[in-house]
């Protein structure tokens, strides 16, 4: 996963495993959030192709309808669920004007691997942090 501010010349990168996770945690997540929300969730199957802006503004409607009573729950869609990132590094990278960007790398270390304490330093909870060359 990347998260890219060009404008502001900084971007953040996140190596890792995505896992799905339960029905449980994505029912609880799903009632937490506003009534409005779940219902765009309802409309809205994401990244579907849909003919036009008036189709989701016409089932919209008609769910704020149906679920007007709010002591009435929404019920979450199948396909409506989350994802928990669990990263292995974290690398930081900021532009400079003369290309000599600053890119700093937290990750987690690999088993039996040695050490060079002049080019990478042991942070908080185990992670090791390293600075790369642009």
Same mark, same amino acid.
Request: aromatic share 10%.
């Given at each position: 996963?990347?998260?890219?501010?060009?404008? @502001?010349?900084?971007? $953040?990168?996140? #190596?890792?495993?995505?896992?799905?996770?339960?029905? #449980?945690?994505?029912?609880?997540?799903?009632?937490? !959030?506003?009534? #409005?929300? /779940?219902?765009?969730?309802? $409309?809205? /199957? /994401?990244?579907?192709?849909?003919?036009?802006? #008036?189709?989701?503004?016409?089932?919209?409607?008609? @769910? /704020?309808?149906?679920?007007?009573?709010?002591?009435?729950?929404?019920?979450?869609?199948?396909? =409506?669920?989350?994802?928990?990132?669990?990263?292995?590094?974290?690398?930081? =990278?900021?532009?400079?004007?003369?290309?000599?960007?600053? !890119?700093?790398?937290?990750?987690?270390?690999?088993?039996?691997? $040695? &050490?060079?304490?002049? @080019?990478?330093? $042991?942070?908080?909870?185990?992670?090791? &942090?390293?600075? &790369?060359?642009?």
């Amino acid at each position: 996963m990347a998260i890219a501010t060009f404008a @502001l010349q900084y971007k $953040v990168r996140i #190596e890792g495993r995505a896992e799905r996770i339960s029905q #449980e945690e994505s029912l609880k997540y799903f009632h937490s !959030r506003p009534r #409005e929300s /779940q219902l765009g969730a309802i $409309v809205s /199957q /994401q990244s579907t192709v849909i003919s036009s802006r #008036e189709v989701l503004d016409k089932k919209l409607a008609a @769910l /704020q309808e149906k679920y007007a009573d709010e002591s009435i729950p929404i019920p979450k869609p199948d396909y =409506w669920g989350g994802y928990l990132i669990v990263p292995d590094s974290f690398e930081f =990278w900021q532009g400079q004007t003369n290309r000599l960007h600053d !890119r700093l790398r937290f990750r987690r270390p690999v088993t039996g691997e $040695v &050490l060079d304490p002049e @080019l990478t330093k $042991v942070a908080d909870d185990g992670w090791l &942090l390293e600075r &790369l060359a642009p």
